[in-house]
């Protein structure tokens, strides 16, 4: 009885791509990339939740900031269209400085936020690489 050689990787994959475009009646043609591009990079799972829980921050800054964006565009369209001018008081004043600070923080936050995603997405993509 004769022994069966395991065929190369190579070998299996040609004949996988036969099967595959032989059973189609209108061929496209197919190009594969070179084998360096075809190689598979291993990432720490717990980089990867890292990164998801990086941008899964961001994001959720992301729409408190337009919320409280939209909050203070509300109430300066609402003053500017009133006809009663004396319930622009200090209060209402108030009111907007707060929102104003809310909304510099906020932005602070992103921005070290996003900084923190790019950097973990580096590390992912570059440096893993």
């Known amino acids: 009885m004769e022994e069966k050689k395991?065929?190369?990787n190579k070998d299996i994959f040609d004949e996988t791509l036969t099967d595959i475009t032989r059973n189609y009646i209108h061929q496209a043609p197919v190009e594969l990339p070179n084998q360096e591009q075809l190689t598979v990079k291993l990432v720490s799972v717990s980089l990867i939740e890292k990164l998801i829980e990086s941008k899964s921050d961001y994001e959720m800054y992301l729409s408190i900031l337009?919320?409280?964006i939209g909050t203070l565009m509300g109430s300066i369209l609402t003053v500017l269209t009133i006809d009663d001018k004396t319930l622009f008081t200090n209060h209402l004043i108030g009111f907007l400085v707060v929102l104003i600070i809310i909304i510099i923080f906020l932005g602070v936050r992103l921005f070290t936020l996003r900084k923190r995603y790019l950097e973990v997405k580096k590390h992912i993509f570059?440096?893993?690489?």
């Open 66 to 68: 337009f919320t409280f």
């Open 6 to 8: 395991p065929k190369e």
């Open 126 to 129: 570059i440096n893993n690489g």
